[in-house]
Nanobody, 124 residues
Framework: QVQLVESGGGLVQAGASLRLSCAGS????????MAWFRQVPGREREFVAG????????EYADSVKGRFTISRDNAKNTMYLEMNGLKPEDTAVYYC?????????????????WGQGTQVTVSS
């Protein structure tokens, strides 16, 4: 059973940086697509960034392009999200997700495994 655990969230001021981590276990995560989603109360969970199994392909939501960077270290079974230039509208619970296919998907229903989430709050 694949398990994903996020860490690194917190409360920061606008313009600051944070790095989220997602540690995985229980599966061959090095072959999985992995992604970050985020959700605010009352809204649907939205795609933030995704990365293929070897890290050669990355996709980003328009709202974070140029500010966020997704990466992974398969030797450590860990994925990261480097967030720079944070804005109050980035405030959300951030979730990592994984799917055992070769295609990055932006639809949350296509991901099989999820972490419990980590809160990111950006004050103005």
């Amino acid at each position: 059973q694949v398990q994903l655990v996020e860490s690194g969230g917190g409360l920061v001021q606008a313009g600051a940086s944070l790095r989220l981590s997602c540690a995985g276990s229980g599966g061959i995560l090095s072959t999985y697509i992995m992604a970050w989603f985020r959700q605010v109360p009352g809204r649907e969970r939205e795609f933030v960034a995704g990365i293929n199994s070897i890290g050669s392909r990355r996709e980003y939501a328009d709202s974070v392009k140029g500010r966020f960077t997704i990466s992974r270290d398969n030797a450590k079974n860990t994925m990261y999200l480097e967030m720079n230039g944070l804005k109050p509208e980035d405030t959300a619970v951030y979730y990592c997700a994984a799917r055992p296919t070769a295609v990055i998907a932006t639809d949350m229903s296509l991901y099989y495994y999820w972490g419990q989430g980590t809160q990111v709050t950006v004050s103005s």
